[in-house]
């Protein structure tokens, strides 16, 4: 299969459970002649019956994807591109425009599940490398100085505090040697940044976006983001992952809107089985694979793609945010402009996105920031982040809004407002729920004098 003479890649299958009911990999090289090490690998890594089926079966979809598509690897120096090529596939699916020439037809896995079967597979090969002496196909190299740098910046934040500090030597020892392929990680946080005076927003959402009558409609897309951003605590890439049906009527009162921010592809929506005819859930990578035949945001090439900065998410099952809005009167003014904005925008036919281009694409992070910083120019001030007057700014002055209300939003309410993941370990058995978030959120409101008045949306 890999590199064990000769050269060329072994016939390979996986039998998932022997005659003891236990997981059973079966590597079959050229000739016929069996070599099999699963059984001495499960022994020498003391793995329990269900570690053994999910290594299993992530070893297996190795083994599968190579019959599939291994000859395009033959070489030695190859074979790294040949495990990329394999963690590709597992978080972007091999369904390309309907069609799939490796006849995998996998769908796209979650971020988490593909990182975890890259881990798996990765482990397994290792220990071949160290058994069997085979190629390595996800061969250790040298960590370049960011990525030590990273590391150790990450490691400063939890080590004292962390419940598991006597894994440090081990970690010291993977911040210098690190595998070529891990799958998609997240993005780094953001920056410093200074907030967007609060002074000035009135003006900005009235006077900022201001189009041409035949293009209002783009106006109330600038005006939703920029309420997002300013009184939602939202990123950019954050608001621009907004489907359209993202936003519901709040069930206690249908003047307000609840927002929900999904995972870009391991978010859930409801999918119409279209041989059983039964609705069922699937992750947005495969509703977007399956309906439109085309990749989420987050995969797309160059400056079509948008990021999504790892926050916390509020449901774990489903994989969303809520947007808490420091102000019912902004959010009212929101619901309005999205019923203005919906019924005034393009026909969209290819995609599920909330905000789009006049060509009907989905909005970027780019063109949102030209938009933005025209409309912060028109009113008289200058785009700069050391200013807060960039997009960001605005989720800076959220910040600054939770800050001012005190002890009414405790450290776990702001952390969960802003969707920060805790730094503690111990935090995840302490947290916030939505309810209690969204309470402590409209008691700060009664408190904190409101400062810049949206009626003019509102009535």
């Known amino acids: 299969m890999l590199d064990l003479n000769p050269p060329p890649f072994a016939h390979s299958r996986v039998e998932h459970l022997d005659a003891a009911g236990l997981p059973v990999i079966s590597i079959i090289l050229d000739g016929g002649h069996p070599f099999t090490a699963w059984a001495e690998y499960r022994d020498d890594h003391n793995l329990k019956v269900g570690s053994q089926e999910a290594h299993a079966a992530a070893i297996g979809l190795f083994i599968d994807f190579i019959a599939a598509q291994g000859t395009e690897f033959l070489d030695v120096q190859d074979r790294p591109k040949l495990f990329q090529a394999f963690a590709d596939a597992l978080v972007l699916g091999t369904i390309k425009g309907g069609n799939d020439p490796s006849d995998l037809f996998w769908l796209p896995r979650s971020q988490l599940v593909a990182r975890r079967t890259v ?47 006597h894994i440090k030597r081990r970690a010291q020892e993977h911040t210098t040697r690190t595998v070529r392929v891990r799958g998609h990680k997240p993005a780094l946080p953001d920056g410093d940044a200074k907030a967007f005076p609060d002074d000035m927003f009135p003006d900005l959402l009235r006077y900022g976006f201001e189009r041409r009558p035949q293009l209002r409609w783009t106006t109330y897309r600038d005006q939703l983001i920029t309420l997002l951003l300013h009184h939602g605590g939202q990123r950019i890439s954050q608001a621009l992952q907004l489907w359209v049906d993202d936003v519901y009527i709040h069930p206690e009162d249908e003047t307000l809107p609840v927002v929900r921010v999904y995972h870009p592809t391991d978010g859930v929506h409801e999918y119409q089985d279209p041989t059983t005819g039964r609705d069922r859930l699937i992750t947005r990578a495969q509703y977007l694979q399956l309906v439109y035949g085309r990749l989420a945001l987050t995969q797309q090439p160059g400056k079509r793609r948008v990021g999504f900065k790892d926050p916390k998410l509020d449901d774990q099952r489903h994989k969303f945010l809520t947007v808490y809005w420091n102000s019912q009167e902004a959010a009212r003014a929101f619901l309005k402009l999205y019923r203005l904005y919906v019924e005034t925008r393009p026909r969209i036919v290819g995609h599920p996105y909330l905000f789009v281009t006049p060509d009907a694409e989905p909005m970027t992070v780019h063109g949102y920031e030209k938009v933005h910083g025209a409309a912060v120019r028109r009113i008289g001030l200058v785009a700069a982040k050391h200013l807060g007057t960039t997009p960001h700014g605005h989720r800076h002055a959220y910040g600054r809004w939770l800050e001012s209300a005190g002890d009414v939003l405790t450290r776990k309410v702001r952390q969960a407002a802003l969707h920060h993941k805790s730094a503690f370990s111990q935090d995840v058995y302490t947290e916030a729920d939505i309810a209690a978030v969204s309470d402590a959120m409209r008691a700060a409101e009664q408190r904190i004098v409101a400062k810049n008045r949206l009626e003019w949306i509102s009535k």
């Open 119 to 165: 881990a798996k597979v990765t482990t397994f090969m290792d220990w071949l490398v160290d058994e069997r002496g085979v190629q390595a196909v996800n061969p250790r190299r040298q960590a370049t100085m960011a990525e030590q740098i990273a590391f150790w910046r990450a490691w400063r934040k939890v080590s004292s505090t962390s419940l598991l500090k």
